[in-house]
C-alpha cells in the first residue's frame, strides 16, 4: 500500500504512461512500485487501487482494512465498529 505521498507520484506516472505509446509505457510506474514495495506489479491499473488512504482503518478482528473510512462494519468478518 501507498502512502497519499508515494500514491502521488504514482499516479503521476500512472497519466504520463497513457501519453507514450510504446509497448512498455507503464514500464516506470511497475519499477517505481517494485522499489517501493519490493512487489512485482504486472498491471500498472493495479496500482492505482493501492492508496492506503482508500481504505478504512484495520479491524480489530481480522486484520483486513475496512473498505472505506466510513465503513462501519468489516466486509471481511461482519466485526462492527463500536
Known amino acids: 500500500m501507498l502512502d ?3 500514491f502521488t507520484k504514482a499516479k503521476e506516472l500512472y497519466s504520463l504512461g497513457f501519453k507514450n505509446a510504446k509497448a512498455d509505457r507503464f514500464q516506470p ?3 517505481y512500485y517494485k522499489d517501493l514495495t519490493g512487489f512485482k506489479e504486472t498491471e500498472a491499473a493495479a ?3 493501492h492508496q492506503i488512504s482508500q481504505y478504512g ?3 480489530n478482528i481480522c486484520g483486513k482494512p475496512y473498505r472505506t473510512p466510513a465503513a462501519i462494519f468489516c466486509a471481511a468478518c461482519g466485526d462492527r465498529i463500536d
Open 4 to 6: 497519499d505521498n508515494e
Open 47 to 49: 496500482i492505482m487501487h
Open 29 to 31: 510506474l511497475l519499477k
Open 57 to 59: 482503518p484495520v479491524c
